[in-house]
């Protein structure tokens, strides 16, 4: 039986003339197939024709096809991010937990179609996942069990554009990893390079000159982690482009103004020590939203940065994970077999 993912620097050494060569998984070389059956979960891959394109997806379920699924989670990944490295960390333990996760990469994201990197309209970002999300929400197989939205840092923002373009009756409940809902101040986006391109009509939003953030990690985050993470081959290295940053920061501000429209339960996970994402989105939304009390928890992880599962030691993500299990669960057991569509 294979342990839960390492996280370790790739056993290939380095020479003059080439670099350390990743691993082809983030769990090391153990073919696909074989891990996801040593974690008790079976995956499956697919593209989904959207109007927009088509995006890669996945699902995670538990090993055993008659175990009972107790809820469905539709996940979404980060900016640069995709759904096949770390952040399927996440999916896995939620299949492992008895739920059917499905994710997909997010346009310009991955192996979705688009510019690699390029998000030029937010809205038709999540418009498009959704898309496949609610496909799977209303089968046969799903409709009749709750169903949880889950996002994390630009994933998070892009899960709360979704909500705001669902049927009110559409999901159980949100649940964030460090959601991008406030730009921390280095992060962002310079007004003058925003006016300066936007003059050229449109020809330099997909330009890869905005200015990166350069942020020096929190104390105490396990260094080989962000390093493993940085290996991803389908990652988005490049400088930020332009309409992706202008959308940002307009998606964040139109988030901010609509928090009191958040009426289902969620829970909000952040590290009081992240740079990428501010914490003070997290308590605005805990604070505004008309969430009733008792159905919304916002948990703030004394030290800990950004990737919260991905990224931190692993007694540090453990705990994170144990307190979105337990929310979840009982959010489940609470709703029962009220959450047809």
């Known amino acids: 039986m294979y342990p ?30 074989e891990y996801y059956t040593s974690q008790n979960v079976r995956n499956s891959k697919s593209y989904f024709q959207t109007p927009n394109g088509n995006i890669f997806t996945q699902s995670w379920l538990p090993l055993d096809p008659n175990q009972p699924i107790k809820a469905t989670v539709f996940m979404t990944h980060g900016y640069t991010n995709d759904t096949s490295w770390v952040f399927q960390k996440i999916c896995i ?4 937990w ?36 609610v496909s799977v929400r209303r089968s046969e197989e799903y409709r009749n069990m709750p169903a949880f939205l889950f996002g994390e840092s630009m994933g998070g923002l892009i899960t709360m554009l979704m909500y705001f373009q669902s049927d009110a009756d ?12 406030v730009i921390p101040e280095p992060m962002v986006p310079s007004k003058l390079h925003l ?13 890869a000159v905005m200015p990166p953030p350069r942020m020096a990690p929190p104390p105490g985050m396990d260094m080989k982690k ?51 994402a501010c914490k003070s989105g997290s308590g605005m939304l805990y604070e505004k939203a008309a969430t009733t009390k008792e159905d919304k928890e916002l948990k703030l992880y004394e030290g800990m940065g ?17 307190d979105m299990k337990a929310w979840i669960d009982d959010k489940v057991e609470k ?3 009220k959450c047809t569509v």
């Open 4 to 33: 839960s993912p390492i996280f370790t620097s790739p056993t290939t050494a380095p020479t003059m003339d080439s670099p350390p060569k990743p691993p082809p998984f983030f769990w090391g070389e153990t073919p696909e197939p």
């Open 93 to 96: 333990e939620y299949a492992k």
């Open 98 to 133: 008895g739920y059917a996760v499905f994710a997909a990469d997010l346009i310009g994201h991955g192996r979705s179609d688009g510019l690699h990197g390029y998000i030029g309209d937010m809205d038709k970002a999540a418009a498009t996942s959704l898309s496949y999300f």
């Open 170 to 181: 559409m999901w159980s409940g949100l649940i964030f990893s460090a959601p991008l809902l």
């Open 195 to 207: 006016t300066m391109y936007g003059l050229l009509f449109g020809l330099a939003d997909t330009w």
């Open 226 to 276: 962000p390093g493993l993470k940085a290996m991803n081959p389908k990652r988005y290295a490049g400088k930020p482009r332009v309409g992706t940053m202008r959308e940002i920061a307009r998606a964040t501000n139109y988030v901010q103004n609509n928090f009191e429209k958040v009426k289902v339960p969620f829970l909000v996970a952040h590290g009081t020590a992240d740079p990428m």
């Open 306 to 322: 950004h990737s919260l599962i991905g990224g931190e030691p692993d007694e540090a993500s453990d705990r994170v994970l144990a």
């Open 335 to 337: 709703c029962g077999s």
